[in-house]
Each structure stands twice: as C-alpha cells, then as structure tokens.
C-alpha cells in the first residue's frame, strides 16, 4: 500500500525548532526521499532530499545550514529537523518518494505523495 504520512508540524515562535517526521510504509519507502513546502499563494518547493541507499543529502540555498534531513531505513523513516525557524518558514510542509530522479528538490520527479503537515512561525 502506498503510503507516507508526516507529522511534528505545530506553531513555533521565530528562532525556534520543529522536527518533522514521514513514516513510509515498505512499499512507499524509495531511493529518494524529500521534504517540500508549500505557502499560500506560492508554489510547491523542494527543502531537502535524501538518497537513501547511502544518505546523501541535498538542500534548498534558503534552508542551509538550518535544516537537517535524516533517515533510520529500520523504521522507513525519514526525519526534518529545522532550526532557527522564521516566519518565511511557514508553510505546509509535505514528504515525498522517488525511485529515481534526476534532480533531488524538483518536485515533478517524485511519484508518491504525503498529505503534509503545517508548520507555522508567526512574525
């Protein structure tokens, strides 16, 4: 059965930290592992990625250094820990696979689909 389900978004105060969770069942649980955001009004981006065959990552420019993806293969999970939240962080945050991409944070190259979870950080 395929699925991914997030979870660990909430509302958190500028400068803080959220960690977010996507629990894949082992059908679901690809190569490629990613987390996006999407805002109102805005387009779906991608944040960060995972190959999860040996975790290599890949990140969005605006997210370095503050986000963190990471993996336990045991569970088919991959994990979102974001630090020094602002409010341009606020977003619903969704979490993706992929067998195979071409390019990690480009969303049209993952197949499977979380129903996302929201992350808030009011200005």
């Known amino acids: 059965r395929v699925q991914l389900v997030e979870s660990g978004g909430g509302s958190v105060q500028a400068g803080g930290s959220l960690r977010l969770s996507c629990a894949a069942s082992?059908?679901?649980?690809?190569?490629?592992m990613g987390w996006f955001r999407q805002a109102p009004g805005k387009e779906r981006e991608g944040v960060a990625a995972?190959?999860?065959?040996?975790?290599?990552?890949f990140y969005a420019d605006s997210v370095k250094g503050r986000f963190t993806i990471s993996q336990d293969n045991a569970k088919n999970t991959v994990y979102l820990q974001m630090n020094s939240l602002q409010p341009e962080d606020t977003a619903m945050y969704y979490c993706?696979?992929?067998?195979?991409?071409?390019?990690?944070?480009?969303?049209?190259?993952?197949?499977?689909w979380g129903q996302g979870t929201q992350v808030t950080v009011p200005s």
């Open positions: 993706a696979a992929a067998s195979v991409v071409r390019l990690p944070l480009r969303r049209y190259e993952y197949n499977y």
């Open positions: 082992l059908y679901t649980y690809r190569n490629y």
């Open positions: 995972i190959y999860t065959p040996d975790g290599s990552t």
